[in-house]
């Protein structure tokens, strides 16, 4: 199934929804076009009971360039000063949460570089594989801005604060295999098998228990805000709502009949 969007490409494969960025002339970078069809097919594929697993990856070489720049060239060139507060609410403050946000595992598929709010994106998904073809730079400090689109958020609870704030205020561009030693992607795999090495990792999440998925992924988001006490608390209450699933009773009968269990995500 293929739906239609300008700036992305949607298809279903099973129970993995990908969602391509696909303006590979750009290598993918964003415009607020783009933005707004990222936030409504990740709201829909959230949103559909059959999707189980997003992947979202980039079209051609790029992964995503970060804000096109050229959508605000000519005003810089008039002598204007755009609003980019508004810019940014108007658009990053909308996908970005609705990324995070999404009760299906999602993984970013980096293929090629990610840059400024390409980062961002990559880092609002809950998995990164990177091809051995990525690159990943904070691209903000290089035209004098702050690493914006979540990434002065994101960044640090990924790699640390040290290397976030050493990768802001440098820009430096680094490897996969350098992204991986710090954390910021979680594996490389080679560029000839990286799109059926996505593939297998994102069909074996698609079968797992997708509401348990949900559940903890939002749990681990507000951890870090949560004293012991009120975590605890968090954790019997989301555990009572699995308890009442589908794939909690068939995963504790496939033990006791000791077989592979087949969970439906309900
Ligand atoms: C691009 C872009 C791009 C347009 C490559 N735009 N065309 C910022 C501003 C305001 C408000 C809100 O928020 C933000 C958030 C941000 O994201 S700031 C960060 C914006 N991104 C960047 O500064 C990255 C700019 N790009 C680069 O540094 C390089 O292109 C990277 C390191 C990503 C890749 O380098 P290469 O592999 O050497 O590719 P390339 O530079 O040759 O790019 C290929 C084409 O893509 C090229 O066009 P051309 O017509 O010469 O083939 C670039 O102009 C174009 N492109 N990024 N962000």
Known sequence: MT?????????REGAVEWITLNRPDRL???????????????GAAGGDQQVRCIVLTGEGRGFCAGQDLTEFEAAYRAGDRPD?????????????PVLVRTPKPVI??????????????????????ASEEARFTQAF????????SGGSYLLPRAVGYPKALELSISGDLIDAKTALEIG????????????DDVSALANKLAAMPTLA??????????SLARTLDEALEEE???QAAMGQTHDHVEGVNAFAEKREPRFEGR
């Open 3 to 11: 739906m239609a969007y300008e700036q992305i490409a949607v298809s």
């Open 28 to 42: 993918n970078a964003l415009t607020a076009t783009m933005s707004g069809e990222i936030e409504a097919a990740f």
């Open 84 to 96: 980019i507060a508004e810019h940014l609410r108007n658009s990053y403050h909308r996908m970005i």
């Open 108 to 129: 970013a598929a980096i293929n090629g570089v990610a840059a400024g709010a390409g980062l961002s994106l990559a880092l609002a998904c809950d998995l990164r594989v």
């Open 141 to 148: 400090v290089k035209i004098g801005l702050i690493p914006d």
């Open 184 to 195: 910021l992607v979680s594996r490389v795999v080679p560029a000839v098998s990286f799109r």
């Open 213 to 222: 998925i949900a559940a903890t992924k939002s749990l681990l988001q507000g």
């Open 236 to 238: 019997a209450t989301a």
